[in-house]
């Protein structure tokens, strides 16, 4: 669990880092998060380690289905925060070793990962990602798959799935997804839609 909070600082400093680079244009960017800004993102991200009755609370602000009540969180505070206060709050939440109410380090792990690539890759933008971070996320995401989690995501119809430039596969059946890792970090997370190669 340490190592895994580990690469969760180190990629909330690499973003925090990314958000504090941007300008007003880039800011208003859509970003691959459908229907969510880059500053809506980067307002979603401050949201992290929120104790059951905050959470309970936003839940009962923005009454609707778990993604409504997320995006609606993300969007409210992007309408509050400044651009400043959001790449502040981010730095401040290196070594704040605390989940969501009800979920994980696995998922801090995840959030922090793709919507990162949310903001970098529409903006053009290099984002760090170490491999072994690649590949731990990956394995959260592909845990995902047949449980109520998986809701989040948009839906990803394939049976298995393949890194070509890093050691890591998933699943079983004839056909495979096989893209670079980054990319099916995105394609597991409902971002890039895929077809099944042999």
């Keep these: 669990m340490d190592d895994i909070w580990l690469m969760v600082d180190r990629q909330r400093a690499s973003v925090a880092d990314l958000f504090a680079g941007l300008d007003d244009e880039q800011w208003r960017r859509q970003s691959l998060c459908a229907g969510w800004t880059v500053r809506d993102v980067g307002a979603h991200l401050t ?34 925060l400044t651009t400043d206060q959001i790449v502040e709050r981010q730095r401040a939440l290196i070594g704040r070793h605390v989940p969501n109410a009800f979920l994980t380090v696995g998922e801090a792990l995840v959030d922090i990962v793709v919507h990162g690539l949310d903001v970098a890759v529409p903006l053009g933008l290099d984002l760090e990602i170490p491999d072994e971070t690649v590949v731990a996320t990956l394995d959260r995401l592909a845990s995902y798959r047949g449980t109520s989690k998986a809701k989040v995501f948009g839906p990803v119809v394939a049976d298995r799935f393949r890194a070509t430039d890093v050691d890591w596969s998933f699943g079983t059946g004839d056909q495979a997804v096989q893209l670079p890792a980054r990319d099916l970090l995105l394609t597991l997370s409902g971002r890039t839609p895929v077809s099944a190669s042999p």
């Design 47 to 80: 949201l992290q380690g929120q104790p059951a009755i905050k959470a309970i609370g936003m839940a009962l602000r923005h009454l609707g289905p778990l993604n409504r009540v997320i995006e609606r969180s993300a969007q409210a505070a992007a309408r509050t």
